[in-house]
């Protein structure tokens, strides 16, 4: 069965550090990966995704991944962290059967000033 | 420009009573997908559907149903809520397996 895990409940970071939220996945064939936020009373906003090609996926906001596949993981990774990346993080694999999305429990990334 | 608007946004609903949260999306996508989000479980799928006439049960659909009878609405029926559906829960439809989903902005359910 595909599934994601999420092994930090939360990150702290300071401004202007690199970030890192981490993500490991199982996936039966090839996987379509995902990177969503969420920030306070909002619906999840996508990031990135990995689908084929290279390794090193950019996404919005100055995000990139990197897809490692020999250790099954798709970290979310920001050189220079800003206070307004302060949210919720959840990265998803697409099924590739059903299309279902299947989340993680999220990541919760605090950029402290 | 498309959209995927939920209604209502907030809902205090006593126990035993049906409720209906609904979904409209603007893309001509043809997959739909129901979530609550709950603390400690991130996202769970509810149901899902493929295309008109199509419903396909997810992880965690007892006391839920859906019906889609076009393409733009996926509405989420609860047949008799229970305190155990409080929860935020998001519509999300997509294209294709290789496209991101459009997310909506949530339904806060409180079953009291």
């Known amino acids: 069965a595909q599934s994601v895990a999420q092994p930090e409940d939360q990150v702290n970071v300071a401004e202007g550090n690199p970030l890192t939220v981490k993500c490991t996945y199982s996936?039966?064939?090839?996987?379509?990966l995902f990177w969503y936020v969420q920030y306070p009373n909002r619906g999840l906003q996508f990031l990135l995704k990995y689908i084929t090609g290279d390794n090193l996926v950019k996404g919005s906001y100055g995000f990139e991944a990197e897809f490692n596949k020999s250790q099954t993981s798709f970290h979310l990774k920001k050189p220079s962290a800003l206070v307004s990346d302060s949210a919720l993080y959840f990265c998803a694999v697409r099924d590739g059967g059903t299309y279902k999305y299947i989340f993680g429990t999220g990541t919760r990334l605090k950029v402290l000033a | 420009d498309a959209e995927i608007t939920q209604s209502p946004r907030h809902k205090i609903t006593e126990t035993g009573r049906q409720v209906t949260l609904a979904c409209h999306q603007t893309?001509?996508?043809?997959?739909m997908f129901w979530y609550r989000q709950d603390l400690g479980h991130g996202l769970r799928l509810i149901h899902y559907s493929y295309g008109v006439q199509d419903t396909n049960k997810g992880e965690v659909s007892d006391g839920y149903s859906v019906s889609r009878s076009n393409t733009e609405d996926l509405p989420l029926t609860l047949e008799s809520a229970a305190s155990s559906q409080t929860s935020v829960y998001f519509c999300?439809?997509?294209?294709?397996?290789?496209?991101?989903?459009?997310f909506g902005q949530g339904t806060r359910l409180t079953v009291v």
């Open positions: 996936v039966s064939g090839n996987p379509y």
């Open positions: 893309w001509n996508h043809n997959n």
């Open positions: 999300a439809s997509s294209e294709s397996i290789r496209q991101s989903a459009f």
